[in-house]
T-cell receptor
């Protein structure tokens, strides 16, 4: 079990540029989550998918953020255009269908927008 | 909505016992979880309590009182490697992100030699 795999680990970009973060969940997990972590706001749920379908995107801060899950083994989180306030660590997590099953987090992508 | 409160910092010495408290306000409560996060790392699952009482896993134990909307994480025989942030998280039944986790702001535990 390779765990949840995220790429890139670090991303530095200039304001206005498009940023794409990638995630491969654990095989067999049918829930996938995108979280954002900052000192000020802690861990915030942005969006989650169940069986590749977006279920709740109410945590997505604004229209500049979008997420897709074209198949069970891949998801992207895109920011276009990026702004300095988007600087944060973005975590992808997955879990199996049982409600009590734990979240498995990837190592995160540290995004810096200058 | 839901809210969780936990202390921002706790300091203890190696070998000691430390308790990290968590109080929550939520509707349709389904369980309290604890996650550990080392600096620069990913949160990792420690424990889950759906029912009242104590759950023990090695040096770590977690307690839940649903009537008090309160839980705690107990760490025994502290080791330097236990220095990390500890998050409580609730799974509730509100609409939208129903039964998904909402995390507290985290408690930074520092273990001194």
């Amino acid at each position: 079990d390779a765990g949840v795999i995220q790429s890139p680990r670090h991303e530095v970009t200039e304001m206005g540029q498009e940023v794409t973060l990638r995630c491969k969940p654990i095989s067999g997990h049918d829930y996938l989550f995108w979280y954002r972590q900052t000192m000020m706001r802690g861990l915030e749920l942005l969006i989650y998918f169940n069986n590749n379908v977006p279920i709740d995107d109410s945590g997505m801060p604004e229209d500049r953020f979008s997420a897709k899950m074209p198949n069970a083994s891949f998801s992207t989180l895109k920011i276009q255009p990026s702004e300095p306030r988007d600087s944060a660590v973005y975590f992808c997590a997955s879990r199996s269908g049982q409600g009590s099953s734990p979240l498995h987090f990837g190592n995160g992508t540290r995004l810096t927008v200058t | 909505g839901q809210s969780l409160e936990q202390p921002s910092e706790v300091t203890a010495v190696e070998g000691a016992i430390v308790q990290i408290n968590c109080t929550y306000q939520t509707s349709g409560f389904y369980g309290l979880s604890w996650y550990q996060q080392h600096d620069g790392g990913a949160p990792t699952f420690l424990s889950y309590n759906a029912l009242d009482g104590l759950e023990e896993t090695g040096r770590f134990s977690s307690f839940l009182s649903r009537s008090d909307s309160y839980g705690y994480l107990l760490l025994q025989e502290l080791q330097m490697k236990d220095s990390a942030s500890y998050f409580c998280a609730v799974r509730d039944g509100t609409s939208g992100s129903a039964r998904q986790l909402t995390f507290g702001s985290g408690t930074q535990l520092t273990v001194l030699p």
